[in-house]
């Protein structure tokens, strides 16, 4: 069975504070993708990264900053300096290959409020 | 030019009724899908088509009917609409099924059933 598990339902912060949203997954899949959207309160779904299960590079963008590692299966975001603009509902998504045929497995999303 | 394109983006309309939602990608991809996102914001996969093939359907009430008149046009069709299937529907594609590549998602529908 394939699962995504943001424990985080919501988190409350002030801006400028660093901010690390969690995902853990589940594969039996030797090869699988990791993505993060961002839904912002306009609804739409941003795609922030993908990466796949070879690459455990860390990978940072901007303020934005993922830690992946296969030994904890946990693939988490980190916000530095988070901004009112930051708030949205994050999403950790698991797509297996082949057998996933595709499709995204999603986390339930943990809701981010940055506060003035 | 919007990479994926859903239509209508609001949909309101009473139990009973039959309704459709478009869909259209311009990015060349050989894949489509429909997820579905419920009022506790949980995004599930419904459906999926690979150059006009069906071959994801998940556990999806007969009422919901995908239509794929060509790869880069996937339409859903609802029956008889009930009050459950108030969401917020989103079409995606990637470039191909076996690698999930160059994912990209529409803005998304919101049905709401009165």
């Known amino acids: 069975a394939q699962k995504v598990t943001q424990a985080q339902t919501e988190i409350s912060v002030v801006e400028k504070e660093d901010v690390t949203l969690d995902c853990v997954y589940e594969?039996?899949?030797?090869?699988?993708?990791l993505f993060w959207y961002k839904q912002p309160p306009s609804g739409e779904l941003v795609f922030l990264i993908r990466?796949?299960?070879?690459?455990?590079q860390n990978e940072i963008s901007g303020r934005y900053s993922w830690n992946f590692q296969k030994s904890t299966s946990s693939f988490n975001f980190t916000i530095t300096a988070s901004q009112v603009v930051d708030s949205a509902v994050y999403f950790c998504?698991?797509?297996?290959?082949?057998?996933?045929?595709?499709?995204?497995?999603f986390g339930q999303g943990t809701t981010l409020q940055v506060k003035p | 030019d919007t990479a994926v394109s859903q239509t209508p983006k609001y949909l309101v309309t009473q139990m009973g009724n039959d309704k459709s939602i478009k869909c259209e990608q311009n990015?060349?991809?050989?894949?489509m899908y429909w997820y579905k996102q419920d009022s506790k914001k949980f995004l599930k996969i419904m459906f999926s088509?690979?150059?006009?093939?069906?071959?994801i359907n998940e556990t999806v009430p007969n009422r919901f009917s995908p239509k794929s008149p060509d790869k880069a046009h996937l339409n859903l069709h609802i029956n008889s609409l009930e009050l459950g299937d108030s969401a917020v529907y989103f079409c995606?594609?990637?470039?191909?099924?076996?690698?999930?590549?160059?994912?990209?998602f529409g803005s998304g529908t919101r049905l709401t059933v009165v």
């Open positions: 594969t039996r899949d030797t090869t699988y993708y």
């Open positions: 995606a594609s990637s470039q191909d099924s076996g690698r999930p590549y160059g994912y990209t």
């Open positions: 990466r796949n299960s070879f690459d455990e």
């Open positions: 998504a698991l797509s297996g290959a082949p057998s996933n045929t595709g499709k995204l497995i």
């Open positions: 990015l060349g991809h050989d894949t």
């Open positions: 088509y690979n150059n006009k093939e069906l071959i």
